[in-house]
């Protein structure tokens, strides 16, 4: 079946320093691709999307692109901040005619100032 | 921000009591979900809906049962809880496209004791 796979937390970095969590998915068909993001005691909230290979999704400095040659979708930020600290998950889908997303495990970040 | 309510935000309740979680949308949205989120699981599907009294089960649906009378109301039931049901519950809604993200509600935490 459809599956997310996301590198495990927690990340920890200083203010300032790059960010990358890689996230690979399996998939029947040629879902979107979803990055959201939870502060504590929130729920999640849309980060980013693509809809189609090679497509790149950027919000708040965030980018993610889509690659089906490798099917990953990696979040990239070149510079982060303390207020980016939050759990981040990668998800898919759903495919064509489906109605579930598929969501990676989460990765908690954590940036010091 | 998408409408999207939870209600109550808290609830204590004791083991063997049936317990109703509501989620209610301004969105018009044909999709609504309900997940449970808990330490090491991520998030999990209980149960779904695709249209007014069309519902079906997630990977965790055994001990809840939901009910949709409306399209702005997704009604979760635990119908005699149990301690393991003690969790984070998240509604989310989706748009009729194979792009729309998932909209989330603020959560409702539920202890059973």
């Known amino acids: 079946g459809d599956s997310v796979t996301q590198m495990e937390g927690p990340v920890t970095l200083s203010e300032e320093a790059f960010l990358t969590i890689n996230c690979t998915y399996t998939?029947?068909?040629?879902?979107?691709l979803f990055w959201y993001v939870q502060y504590p005691g929130e729920g999640l909230q849309l980060l980013l999307k693509a809809t189609k290979a090679d497509d790149k999704g950027s919000n708040k400095g965030f980018e993610a692109t889509y690659r089906k040659e490798t099917t990953s979708f990696h979040l990239e930020k070149g510079s982060v901040q303390v207020s980016d600290s939050a759990v981040y998950f990668c998800?898919?889908?759903?495919?064509?005619?489906?109605?579930?997303?598929?969501f990676g495990a989460g990765t908690r970040l954590f940036v010091k100032a | 921000d998408a409408g999207i309510t939870q209600s109550p935000r808290h609830k204590v309740t004791e083991t063997g009591t049936p317990v109703t979680l509501r989620c209610h949308q301004t969105e018009n949205h044909r999709y609504m979900y309900w997940y449970r989120q808990d330490p090491g699981h991520g998030l999990r599907l209980i149960h779904y809906?695709?249209?007014?009294?069309?519902?079906d089960k997630g990977e965790v649906s055994d001990g809840y049962s939901v009910s949709r009378s409306k399209t702005e109301d997704f009604l979760l039931t635990l119908e005699s809880a149990t301690s393991s049901q003690t969790s984070v519950y998240f509604c989310a809604i989706r748009g009729g496209f194979a792009d729309s993200p998932l909209h989330f509600g603020n959560g409702t935490r539920l202890t059973v004791t």
């Open positions: 998800a898919s889908g759903p495919n064509t005619g489906g109605f579930k997303t598929i």
């Open positions: 809906s695709y249209g007014v009294k069309d519902t």
């Open positions: 998939a029947t068909g040629y879902p979107s």
